[in-house]
């Protein structure tokens, strides 16, 4: 998620939100569902839902009194695209439409999102159900295809841009857009239907993140576990949920949170610049992982907040694929890879620590990481395999 474009000058045109609009975006906001949060201590794995805990075992273990905490945001029963975007864009798209940058409408307003796919997915179905037809996605050729296919299911006009370019391609390309437009059309001002990023002037709200921590305060309390979260651990993306959910957590309590990140030792992006130095435009990196890296973006590009983050797990993406073979096999989430980075980052910081709470997001489905999108595979993505065997073993796996 890096860009957005719209057809009026910024500070021109606010609006007053219709009530059908106002309870539309309430509707989208308010009306979800509580994604489910998981917890591994030793072997013993338990599941919170909105009406439940469930508890088993597993085979793997989590060490030294450490609690790993996973918020469950992978699941489209609650997140219809699969991923935490589904929090965020209704959002963003109620300011971007009560500030006068976009209007909704056949023929209105054309919007347009960078994405390497789960916020490509999550900004198109916000733009469908708030009735923006014209939504154009620029997503990376060399992404994995099921979540360019995804995108398309959702009703994304998809622009593919360069492979083994990363985020830094689909950014050059809608430069180059801007560019274009503004030669037609002169200086923003004289053209209302001037091009222009609304995200130079409205930054990422910290709402959704900080319902997110409320969420997970409230499990553990329900849990009966303490209402804290000691460390939290998530890759960078595009830095929005690193950033936001930090914040949100140093807010919401009283306990110090220490942020850590996780990220790919063949290219040290975020250890580059904390040292000072300027990271590498690429790595040569195989091209399925290309389309999603942050190769050679400048750091404005990024919805990053670098001085939130207190320290970087560099992990091979050999560790990564470890990771990803606990998550879906010994646990059953049915998890993205980037969760098998955060599950064995996790696990490394829990042999050098004792009695902690280790908190990560489960971002995204292993049903992204496919050769096709499978909508009816994703809309049942129900956490299929740990719940199951909850149901079904519950004679021989289930604790008082």
Known sequence: MSKIIQMFPSKKNPRILSEDRINLYSQLINNRPITPMAVLEGNLFTLCRQNSVTRWRVPWFFPNGNRLILKLEHLSDYNPTGSMYDRLYPYLFRQWESGGFIVPGEGNTPVIECSAGNAGAAFCRTAVKLGYRNHIILIPKDIYPARIEQVGFFGGNVRLSPANQGELGYIRMIEDIF??????KGRIGRDLTRMIPVTNTIRVPNEPYARLVSEVHDALISMGLPRRIDTFLFGIGAGNTISQVSLALRAMQKEPVDVQVVEFKECPFIATIRAGKKPPANGGWPSGDMGGTIFGVP?????????????????????????????NGAIGLCAGRPTGMAIIGALKLARRMHNRQILSIV??????????????????????????MSERETARLAVA
């Open 179 to 184: 560019r274009e437009d503004a030669k037609g």
């Open 299 to 327: 750091l404005e590009k990024l919805n990053l907040r670098l001085e939130v983050i207190d320290g970087v797990l560099p992990l091979t993406s050999q560790e990564r694929e470890e990771g990803r073979a606990l998550t």
């Open 363 to 388: 971002f995204d489905s292993v049903a992204k990481y496919e050769d096709h999108y499978d909508a009816v595979m994703d809309v049942n993505f129900e956490c299929a395999k740990p719940i199951r």
